[in-house]
Every structure is written in structure tokens, then in C-alpha cells.
């Protein structure tokens, strides 16, 4: 098991995807640059693992505002509450954005933008008048991925499914809908200045960029995971065959304690990785640095409550959902860190060419 989870330390990457990221590494993790654009130093060679992922930048960023073409729907239980929940998604006229409405509170509504978020800590929640939607990141997740900006996800529960325990399931609903393309022009946040948030050992910052890109490191202390650090640059694809079928993990020393608390009362082998002391319950792994990547699919879907796409350089550390939309929240407050953006069409993209998954959703 562990030669599936532990490989040698693997490199993809071209050396222009780390220009805009490899001081802030160096410097958050005193590591020396290798030849091929990874890091280094003796004691994490020996212990952890870099993940790159570098792909051509699409020719043609997405114009428009986009949607699904017809409804699709899910069901199963979610991950903390254990709760049953049909989901069922629709489409939205422009400029609507994602919204979530709870079909057994009579179609109450809540958009997906940070000044609704509630509870961050082992999932992402929405509250708008004192109702709740939780564990909402898998989902936001995959439409960013998707490069969808308006959809209506609607619920008959307080949690939505967590189906597999990833977004390979919604981006399988949203393929299976089919994707329209919208007349208005889709605006994006591009950031203009860097911001950085710091909070003991963790770590989240965001870079100018004329793309989207994310390095993102964890450390934990099992022996199949330690200390990984995986980074992709969200265009051509990347999303879909590197990040969305990436699943949440549990350890089961943890189970016990996690339930008494009201959480993780849906979770199983069948939603989630189950790690013991000292490997894993339910291999093999969808990829040998899985639990990295899903952090990265957790980051993508709570920086989809900015209500825009963003173009910028994310880089974190061991930062998670609290850190993810408290960086939101800094960005939104604060209107000289970012301005919006839009592509006249085909002529007019360059810089931005690489902007989000619009090369996975618009080939679809």
C-alpha cells in the first residue's frame, strides 16, 4: 500500500508555470529550486511529495456566461448529517449566478456568495435568515470546473450528497445536462495586488495573474501522507482529469470522536478515504497524492463564493475552508486588490486565455 500512496518525487511541470509562484514557496518553505522547477530540501525529499501539473493554456477564454442546458438530478445522504437529500439542478437566465433553494422550506433561496457563509470548519455552509444549507464546496467545485456561472441546485434537505465523496459525480451531472452558452459576457475577478493571510503554521495568499492557478500544500501526520504539495494551472482541462475525482479522507482513530460531536454520521468506505494508523481501509487511491488534490477541489469551490471567476495565483498552506473564505471575504472587502474583466471574443483574449475550465465546459 504504501508504494501506491509514497512514489518518487514526480515532476510535470514546465518552468514559466512556477514564475509567478516560486518565491512565495521558497519562501513560506525555505526549499531550494531543482532543475526541472520543483523543490527541494534533503529532510522533504525523504518525506514528502510535489505534484505538478502544466498544461497548454486554451486559445480561447469563455466570453460568456454559461449554463446547463436541461435538468438534472441525484440523490443520497449527506456526509455530517446523514440526512437523505434529493438535489436536483436547473437552469438560470444570465447573471443569476448559483443558487441554492430548499424545495421543502417552499423554494427558500440562498446565493452562493460569501456574505452568506455560516459554519466553515469541516465543510463549507450557506445561511440566509436562518436557514441553512451545508457542505456546499464539492458542488461549487465542479461548476468552476465545468465553467458554469448561473444554475439553480435545488434540495429537500439541509446538506447536499455527498455521493462519492468528490466532484466527479455533479461534473457527470452537468455533462449529462449538457452546457448553453449565454449572450451576457462573463465578467471576472482579476486580481491586482497580492494578499496574504497568515494564521500560526497555515498559510493562504493570491498573486496577480492573467490565468488561475493553484499550488497548494498539506502536512499530515500519517505515514502515507506527510508532506505533499500539488499544483495545477486550471485551463485545458486541468480540472477534470486532475482534481474532480480527488475524495475526502477520515482517519478512523478520528471516527469516534468526529461523531460525537454530529459529524460524519453519513460518512463510509463507500463516500470517503478511510485511513488506519497506518494505511488505507478502501484502496487503492484514484491517484497516489489524492488527498492533496482534494484539498485543491475544496479550495476551487470555496473560491467560487467570490460570485465571479478569478485570475490569480492561489497559493496555501495547510490553510483550509476557514482560511479559503476568510480570503474570499478579504478580497471582496477591499475593492483596490481586484477589478472585473471581461473578453470581447477570440480577437480580443490573450492574457487571460487560461481563465478557468471554460476549455473542459465549452468542448462539452
Known amino acids: 500500500m504504501a508504494s501506491i500512496i509514497q512514489p518518487a518525487l514526480t515532476c510535470y511541470v514546465a518552468k514559466s508555470c512556477w514564475e509567478s509562484i516560486a518565491r512565495v514557496l521558497a519562501r513560506r518553505m525555505a526549499l531550494r529550486t531543482t532543475d526541472c522547477g520543483c523543490f527541494a530540501t534533503d529532510g522533504f525529499l525523504n518525506t514528502g ?17 454559461q449554463t446547463i442546458r436541461s435538468a438534472v438530478e441525484c440523490s443520497g445522504v449527506g456526509l455530517h448529517s446523514g440526512a437523505p437529500v434529493a438535489m436536483r439542478i436547473v437552469p438560470a437566465p444570465s447573471d443569476t449566478g448559483i443558487v441554492f433553494r430548499r424545495t421543502d422550506l417552499d423554494g427558500f433561496e440562498i446565493e452562493a456568495v460569501s456574505r452568506n457563509v455560516a459554519r466553515v470548519s469541516y465543510a463549507t455552509s450557506l445561511m ?13 467545485s ?8 448561473n444554475a439553480i441546485v435545488e434540495l429537500d434537505n439541509l446538506e447536499l450528497p455527498i455521493l462519492d465523496g468528490s466532484a466527479r459525480p455533479f461534473v457527470e451531472m452537468i455533462r449529462k445536462a449538457g452546457i448553453r452558452k449565454q449572450r451576457r459576457a462573463r465578467k471576472y475577478l482579476k486580481i491586482c495586488r497580492e494578499v496574504e493571510m497568515r494564521e500560526g ?19 499530515f501526520p500519517h505515514p502515507l501522507i506527510g508532506k505533499e504539495t500539488f499544483q495545477v494551472e486550471l485551463s485545458n482541462g486541468s480540472y477534470l482529469k486532475h482534481i474532480a ?5 477520515g482517519s478512523r ?14 460518512a463510509s468506505s463507500e463516500n470517503c478515504i478511510v485511513l488506519t494508523r497506518d494505511g488505507v481501509e478502501n484502496g487503492p487511491l484514484r491517484f497516489p497524492d489524492e488527498f492533496v488534490r482534494h484539498k485543491v477541489l475544496d479550495l476551487v469551490g470555496d473560491l467560487a463564493l467570490l460570485g465571479k471567476q478569478i485570475l490569480g495565483n492561489v497559493v496555501a498552506d495547510r490553510a483550509g475552508h476557514a482560511m479559503h473564505t476568510a480570503l474570499v471575504s478579504r478580497i471582496l472587502r477591499d475593492k483596490t486588490l481586484w477589478e472585473e474583466v471581461t473578453f470581447p471574443g477570440e480577437d480580443g483574449a490573450s492574457a487571460a486565455s487560461a481563465s478557468s475550465e471554460a476549455a473542459a465546459g465549452s468542448s462539452l
Open 201 to 219: 503554521n497555515k498559510f493562504i495568499a493570491v498573486y496577480p495573474s492573467d490565468s488561475y492557478s493553484v499550488s497548494y500544500s498539506i502536512n
Open 253 to 266: 482513530q478520528d471516527e469516534q470522536a468526529m461523531r460525537n460531536m454530529g459529524l460524519i454520521r453519513g
Open 142 to 149: 465542479a461548476f468552476i470546473g465545468m465553467g458554469i456561472d
Open 128 to 140: 440566509k435568515k436562518g436557514v441553512l444549507i451545508s457542505t456546499t464546496e464539492h458542488v461549487l
Open 245 to 249: 475525482a480527488a475524495r475526502t479522507f
Open 49 to 65: 511529495v510535489i505534484y505538478c501539473i502544466h498544461q497548454n493554456k486554451s486559445d480561447s477564454p469563455l466570453t460568456h456566461e
